[in-house]
């Protein structure tokens, strides 16, 4: 039976060739024009998000299939190539097209390209595992697993007591993985996730803390988060406070 380490691992497998394949693809045509550029990204980028996603879903298929109690077949998610993938790759270009406003623009366009691919790529599992417990009377949901060392923002989402659905946010480079539970087959535990929960909460904290501290009488609090949009407690906020607790940069 696959275990969230071995689940991790597959996926990163496959994102990372997904990715150098974006790169090395990416490297060979970037002085062209940017119309030539474009269009060939256009149609090589869901072409390897269609091929490596369905290795991804794949082996969130066969997660799905041994981690639950008793057989039944999982519901491979279709590759993520509609209209997401075509806005995401719309930024990925924009260094193409407007080259006089980065430092490096033909690394910005690989970097880019390259975390694009890997986001749509991890989709074919996170969202087979997400529509096969949806399918699955059974099922207790699906739960994100991020690494000890992930960023903030996932760190906070993972300690978060929310299941995970087709409308949640997956940054670019994200290598956190989907994780189906049932009552005969409940979540592993997580050793970090209570420090990460701690740190959660004494960020939000924090942030109204400041609000009630700096926001002067007689202001309304639509007018008050316009002018300190860093103290509404939101997700990037809160992100935030939490690399300072944790000591990370990221």
């Not at 996603?53 to 057989?71: D, I, M």
């Not at 007591?161 to 946010?169: G, K, L, P, S």
Request: hydrophobic fraction near 40%; glycine fraction near 4%.
């Amino acid at each position: 039976m696959q275990d969230v380490d071995q689940l991790r691992q597959e996926l990163t497998a496959a994102t990372t060739l997904a990715s150098e394949d974006a790169s090395a693809y990416a490297r060979q045509i970037v002085y062209e024009s940017p119309e030539r550029v474009a269009a060939q990204l256009k149609e090589a980028v869901p072409s390897l998000v269609e091929s490596y996603g369905g290795v991804a879903a794949e082996s969130g298929a066969l997660f799905y299939e041994t981690q639950r109690p008793s057989y039944r077949p999982a519901v491979i998610a279709p590759p993520s190539i509609g209209d997401v993938l075509v806005h995401d790759l719309g930024w990925a270009l924009v260094p193409v097209f407007k080259p006089d406003e980065f430092e490096l623009p033909v690394l910005d366009l690989v970097s880019r390209v390259a975390g694009v691919v890997q986001k749509h790529v991890a989709a074919g599992s996170r969202d087979t595992l997400i529509l096969s417990s949806s399918a699955d009377p059974e099922s207790g949901g699906v739960r994100r697993y991020a690494r000890a060392n992930a960023c903030a923002f996932c760190r906070y989402l993972a300690a978060m007591e929310a299941d995970v659905d087709t409308d949640t946010i997956w940054h670019r480079n994200c290598h956190c993985v989907t994780v189906p539970w049932w009552e005969d087959n409940p979540l592993p535990t997580d050793p970090n996730v209570a420090g990460w929960r701690n740190a959660a909460e004494a960020s939000r904290a924090e942030l109204l803390r400041l609000q009630r501290e700096l926001k002067p009488d007689g202001m309304r609090w639509r007018n008050f988060f316009k002018e300190r949009p860093d103290l509404a407690v939101n997700n990037r906020n809160v992100a935030r406070l939490m690399r300072t607790r944790l000591g990370i940069d990221h």
